[in-house]
């Protein structure tokens, strides 16, 4: 099983950028898919996820600026990251579990991380 992320870089505040992750080797059909995130110094977080009959949860601090989505046909979790300030800087990875609260306690599977990194 392997999550294949991507779409990171370097943006200035108040700009955007797209996460994707794809799934692949496995079933993931009626699994959830998610992001964590962890900036230098600091434990990993939870930002969003969504379910394969599209649920979403979001942590408070990306409400409103960030959108969550999947193509459950390719497998592929996307995270739209919109008015990105300085503070979301930190190494981005996508999670897969059978739930959203399975994934926020202990995701079965997790990607390699992606780099964004917010200049102010």
């Known amino acids: 099983v392997q999550l294949q992320a991507s779409g990171g870089g370097l943006v200035q505040a108040g700009g955007s950028l797209r996460l994707s992750c794809a799934a692949s080797g496995g079933t993931f059909s009626r699994y959830a898919m998610g992001w964590f995130r962890q900036a230098p110094g600091k434990e990993r977080e939870f930002v969003a996820a969504?379910?394969?009959?599209?649920?979403?949860d979001y942590a408070d601090s990306v409400k409103g600026r960030f959108t969550i989505s999947i193509n459950n046909a390719k497998n592929t979790v996307y995270l739209q990251m919109n008015n990105l300030k300085p503070e979301d800087t930190a190494v981005y990875s996508c999670?897969?579990?059978?739930?959203?609260?399975?994934?926020?306690?202990?995701?079965?599977?997790w990607g390699q991380g992606t780099q964004v990194t917010v200049s102010s």
């Open positions: 999670a897969a579990a059978p739930s959203i609260a399975t994934m926020i306690h202990s995701a079965n599977y």
């Open positions: 969504v379910t394969w009959s599209y649920t979403t």
